[in-house]
């Protein structure tokens, strides 16, 4: 799988969009960009995935750059609940098997 | 539906001592995840099972370390002899085994383990 690079951290404010960046610039084409989180002391938790289209749901949206190179997790108006490690994680499409954290970015949003 | 679960939530032993972890997965998922966080460190990946087999156990550390899944449902992660290294956050995942593309695990709250 590739590797990925993210900003060890990054502040947002309440309400406002956070837009979290991560580099992937040996992405195959068979292979799908991942996003979790873990809140303090909580497992991880899955936020969304795409493959070169941009997505869209109920707790993000993923952009995709048109090379695949990189891509943005948006959240659109965050919460102090979305205070978490946030992970990019890139992923052989149609495999079930490990997904490889990296350090990751600590959100972390402020009133 | 439930989640992911995983017993005990905190387990502090002595090192030499025997320690055993629970996961349950979600109901009718075949495929189950061991990872791990030591202090300081990366989420790591132990293994994986599909069903009652092990699918890959590329990152189990040592045989100290022993994970079964008998039936196919719950699985359990055995350390022994445990020793002070093995300290850390482990954590149990599961997935539902026909999704067409992409998988999504989901992660149990995890069992912090403190070796002595």
Known sequence: DAKTTQPPSMDCAEGRAANLPCNHSTISGNEYVY???????????????GLKNNETNEMASL?????????????????????????CIVRVVDSWGKLQFGAGTQVVVTP | EAGVTQFPSHSVIEKGQTVTLRCDPISGHDNLYWYRRVMGKEIK???????????????????????????????????????????????????????????????????????L
């Open chain 2, 45 to 115: 990946f132990l293994l994986h099972f599909v069903k009652e087999s092990k699918q890959d156990e590329s990152g189990m550390p040592n045989n100290r370390f022993l994970a079964e899944r008998t039936g196919g449902t719950y699985s359990t992660l055995k350390v022994q002899p445990a020793e002070l290294e093995d300290s850390g956050v482990y954590f149990c995942a599961s997935s539902h085994p026909r999704r067409a593309l992409g998988d999504t695990q989901y992660f149990g709250p995890g069992t912090r383990l403190t070796v």
């Open chain 1, 63 to 87: 952009i995709i750059t048109e090379d695949r190179k990189s891509s943005t997790l948006i959240l659109p108006h965050a919460t102090l609940r979305d205070t978490a490690v946030y992970y």
């Open chain 1, 35 to 49: 996003w979790y989180r873990q809140i303090h002391s909580q497992g991880p938790q899955y936020i969304i995935h």
